[in-house]
Nanobody, 124 residues
Framework: QVQLVESGGGLVQPGSSLRLSCTVY????????IGWFRQAPGKEREAVSC????????YYVDSVKGRFTISRDNAKNTVYLQMDNLKPEDAAVYYC?????????????????WGRGTQVTVSS
């Protein structure tokens, strides 16, 4: 059974850092693209960052470039999202998702397996 479990969310002040983890079960991480998506209240869910399991392809939405870093540890079946210099506008529920598409994608509709999400709150 395919399962993705997020952890690492919390309440932090602007300028702080958090590292989110997404541990996957039921499939080999090196065959899947894993993405991080977020949804803030009243807004549509957006793709934040994605990482290919087959090569070094990555994607970052413009608003997080230079602040967020996606990485993976295939031995631990875990993908991380290191978030530095957090801003209030980064506050959202963060979801990780997986897809077995051969071509690299970070389009939400291409992802068929989703975690339940972890809350990130950025406030002073």
């Amino acid at each position: 059974q395919v399962q993705l479990v997020e952890s690492g969310g919390g309440l932090v002040q602007p300028g702080s850092s958090l590292r989110l983890s997404c541990t996957v079960y039921g499939f080999r991480l090196d065959t899947y693209t894993i993405g991080w998506f977020r949804q803030a209240p009243g807004k549509e869910r957006e793709a934040v960052s994605c990482s290919s399991g087959r090569d070094d392809s990555t994607y970052y939405v413009d608003s997080v470039k230079g602040r967020f870093t996606i990485s993976r540890d295939n031995a631990k079946n875990t993908v991380y999202l290191q978030m530095d210099n957090l801003k209030p506008e980064d506050a959202a529920v963060y979801y990780c998702a997986g897809t077995g598409y051969i071509d690299f994608t970070c389009v939400e509709r291409d992802f068929g397996s989703w975690g339940r999400g972890t809350q990130v709150t950025v406030s002073s």
